[in-house]
């Protein structure tokens, strides 16, 4: 076994924390419940951690390792030229070197001795190149998963309060950047502190957006909803060579795309999009399944000096029909925006997802025609008041082509109620997607509009569940399907 020996220079961390036995005064708290305070192996703390380790993949140019990064300045050596690298601007600088000429052999050449700093903030001064490759090979291979989560960050400063064992205020910390926060976490993994957020604070996007938060809950389903929501670009060069129109179109064909969110002068929109995928064709044409049907348009990706664009035209859909500046791109995400607005588009690719095509099959088959019964809704209930009664009488359809009706057996066949369905994956979690055109006459049939979570489907029974922002069950809806 092969032992390393690492010389570190341990930063004290006395200012963070100074904890006394001899306060004169302590502010007595109601003790706060579990989903106040972090505890040292929840969920929630280890997210805080990750999204706080320091990426390293910053200068992969130069260290060709995403777990450390080179402190600056540094020389380098690059194909023979020698460039001191103070700034993050001068990356740029060896990229344009690399890429003077097509057929060469790029090298860089670190000039040691060198200080690296490791994913958890130790510094260490490198005296060879030897003792970087002992460090560099523990780092995961170019765009491999690791631990650490880049797709949102915490907008600082922010603050904890601090508990002794008796859950008495002894401190209010304030941390003003990553470096502090994952130490203070670590501390808090280790049982050392007893703390919790002071709420509300601000996490930021990837995409330069910004999303509040107010207590545990929305912070670990936000982060967990964005962690993996990004190109985090551990590759080895620098910026992404990648963002290409080429790429962009071929993203686009792959598969159908959900709106997952859609925000129009500052208005959410995206309730119209419920069940209603997208679908880019080649010679730029875009279809949008409503109720069934495809509508067509057309979709244009242009290049400006503001980056790429992508202009979507349908009929009747005045809130798509924007020059949408694509910010973030990847095979099951793209995010635009532009001024006031802002589009996400998730992909759909049902095909090779044996739970969704299984719902699929539940719901498609258990149909024997108008009058041999169907899927009906046998308990509807809005926070905690039972409203079953409203929807007893009507069988609901769904087709396979994402359309959908509830029937009136008394009115006959010619009366029902159109609308637009769609399963889907996404976060791990299965979803069903239910969108109903409602009339006078069926106006009840709005109240089932929304995304549900699937928490349990067989071919006689599906379960749904919404929930609120902050994770309490606002409605549960359950579909059971009967012949009779």
Known sequence: MKIKMRTLLLIPFFALLLFTSCQEEVIEVTPPDESETLSANSQLTALISATSKKDGSKDNIIDNASCLTVELPVTVIVNNLEIIVDSEEDYKTIETIFKEFDN?????????????????????????????????????????????????????????????????IIDVVTIENDKQLYLFINRVKQGEVFASLNFPLTMKLADGSEIVVNNNIELEQTINEAKDACDEDDDNNYGDDDFTKEKIEDYLQQCYWRISRLSVDNLDNEKDYIGRPLKFYANNIVKLRVNGELVEGTYQISEKNIGFLLEISLDNRPNLKLEWIITFLEPNLIKLKNANNQMILKSHCPDGDEDINEINDYLTSAWGGVWD???????????????????????????????????????????????????????????????????DLFSPFFLLNGRWEIKEATATRIELKDYSTTGAIKRILILEFNND
């Open 104 to 168: 060469d052999d790029d090298k860089l050449e670190i000039i040691f001795p060198a200080k690296i700093i490791l994913s958890d903030y130790t510094e260490i001064v490198i005296n060879n190149k030897e003792e970087f490759i002992e460090f560099a090979i523990d780092c995961k291979e170019e765009n491999a998963l690791d631990d650490d989560i880049e797709c949102i960050d915490f907008a600082f400063p922010i603050s904890f309060s601090v508990y002794n064992t008796e859950f008495q």
């Open 373 to 439: 019964g169907g899927w009906k809704v046998t308990s509807y209930i809005y926070e905690d008041d039972d409203q079953t009664v409203h929807f007893e009488e009507y069988p609901i359809k769904f087709i396979e082509n994402g359309y959908m009706d509830a029937i009136s057996p008394e009115a006959g066949p010619d009366y029902f109620v159109p609308g637009s369905w769609l399963a889907y994956r996404s976060e791990e979690k299965l979803f069903l997607d239910i969108q109903f055109i409602v009339s």
